[in-house]
T-cell receptor
Framework: DAGVIQSPRHEVTEMGQEVTLRCKPISGHNSLFWYRQTMMRGLELLIYFNNNVPIDDSGMPEDRFSAKMPNASFSTLKIQPSEPRDSAVYFC????????????FGPGTRLLVL | AQTVTQSQPEMSVQEAETVTLSCTYD???????LFWYKQPPSRQMILVIRQEAYKQQNATENRFSVNFQKAAKSFSLKISDSQLGDAAMYFC????????????FGKGTRLHILP
């Protein structure tokens, strides 16, 4: 069974460009999470969805960040315009619906904004 | 609000020795789940072990085991026979059983394995 799939695995872009990160959760999972990890701030939850509906986006740093989940098998995190301080590893994770379910992480996207 | 505290930012252990990573948490709930995740240099977040609060028996996965002390709100991870591949950042995490709740992560402990 495939795990959480993220693309691209690495992204290098220039300041001001739009960046789109993609995530495919584990089939059958109902919750999806986007995290950002940096040396300075550690692991931060940006936003999460239950059944494709955003539940908590309080971690989204500013309006330049947006996330969508148009269906149960796909989500995007978009940064427009990107800035050097957005450089980080971005993780997607998914979890089944039951309260006892375990959360599984994707391999992450390493983003570098020059 | 629930919090998770890992008081050891870094630890080192000699290869083949045993090491224990500490984690404490704060909650008013009686039922919840606790996790240890491992993040090696590849950055992949890997679930190591999980404990249900209603279970008195400590969870074990091969060389990894936990010491779950519910009254003390303590959840330490013991790694036996440490191997070079165990070098990683280890995150302790808490989650309530409510379906809409998110996982609360500690700040992590970086474990070094000395050959």
């Amino acid at each position: 069974d495939a795990g959480v799939i993220q693309s691209p695995r690495h992204e290098v872009t220039e300041m001001g460009q739009e960046v789109t990160l993609r995530c495919k959760p584990i089939s059958g999972h109902n919750s999806l999470f986007w995290y950002r990890q940096t040396m300075m701030r550690g692991l931060e939850l940006l936003i999460y969805f239950n059944n494709n509906v955003p539940i908590d986006d309080s971690g989204m740093p500013e309006d330049r960040f947006s996330a969508k989940m148009p269906n149960a098998s796909f989500s995007t995190l978009k940064i427009q315009p990107s800035e050097p301080r957005d450089s980080a590893v971005y993780f997607c994770a998914s979890r089944g619906w039951g309260g006892q379910e375990t959360q599984y992480f994707g391999p992450g996207t390493r983003l570098l904004v020059l | 609000a629930q919090t998770v505290t890992q008081s050891q930012p870094e630890m080192s252990v000699q290869e083949a020795e045993t090491v224990t990573l500490s984690c404490t948490y704060d909650t008013s709930e009686s039922d919840y789940y606790l996790f240890w995740y491992k993040q090696p240099p590849s950055r992949q977040m890997i679930l190591v072990i999980r404990q249900e609060a209603y279970k008195q028996q400590n969870a074990t996965e091969n060389r990894f085991s936990v010491n779950f002390q519910k009254a003390a709100k303590s959840f330490s991870l013991k790694i036996s026979d440490s191997q070079l591949g165990d070098a990683a950042m280890y995150f302790c995490a808490y989650r309530s059983p409510n379906r809409d709740d998110k996982i609360i992560f500690g700040k992590g402990t970086r474990l070094h394995i000395l050959p």
